[in-house]
């Protein structure tokens, strides 16, 4: 069983940063993609950032320029570098990883997910 443990979160100040990590172990299939997400309390959980194993980058419009996502593949790791924090931006954070099966034009994905790391902005 695919394991996600995830570091980084915490308490920030409006304007701070934060680093998320997280690592993958146990893994014995070809990763497609990893990322985060992110669920505030009464809403759905929301893609934050994903990156591909070829570099293929998807950001949500509301943090695209503030956060970077990276990813070591040889380690399994993903990183998301937060900047520029807000509070609407305070939510439980979840590294996500993806294992793509089918063709490019008709796949599925089955997701696998971290326990979650809180990140609060506030003041």
């Known amino acids: 069983q695919v394991q996600l443990v995830e570091s980084g979160g915490g308490m920030v100040q409006p304007g701070g940063s934060l680093r998320l990590s997280c690592a993958a172990s146990?893994?014995?299939?070809?990763?497609?993609?990893m990322g985060w997400y992110r669920q505030a309390p009464g809403k759905e959980r929301e893609l934050v950032a994903s990156?591909?194993?070829?570099?293929?980058?998807n950001y949500a419009d509301s943090v695209k320029v503030r956060f970077t996502i990276s990813r070591d593949n040889a380690e399994n790791t993903v990183y998301l570098q937060m900047n520029s924090l807000k509070p609407e931006d305070t939510a439980v954070y979840y590294c996500?990883?993806?294992?793509?099966?089918?063709?490019?034009?008709?796949?599925?994905?089955?997701?696998?997910w971290g326990q979650g790391t809180q990140v609060t902005v506030s003041s």
């Open positions: 996500n990883t993806k294992q793509r099966f089918g063709t490019p034009t008709n796949y599925y994905d089955m997701d696998y």
């Open positions: 146990r893994v014995t299939f070809s990763i497609y993609a």
């Open positions: 990156m591909t194993t070829t570099g293929v980058t």
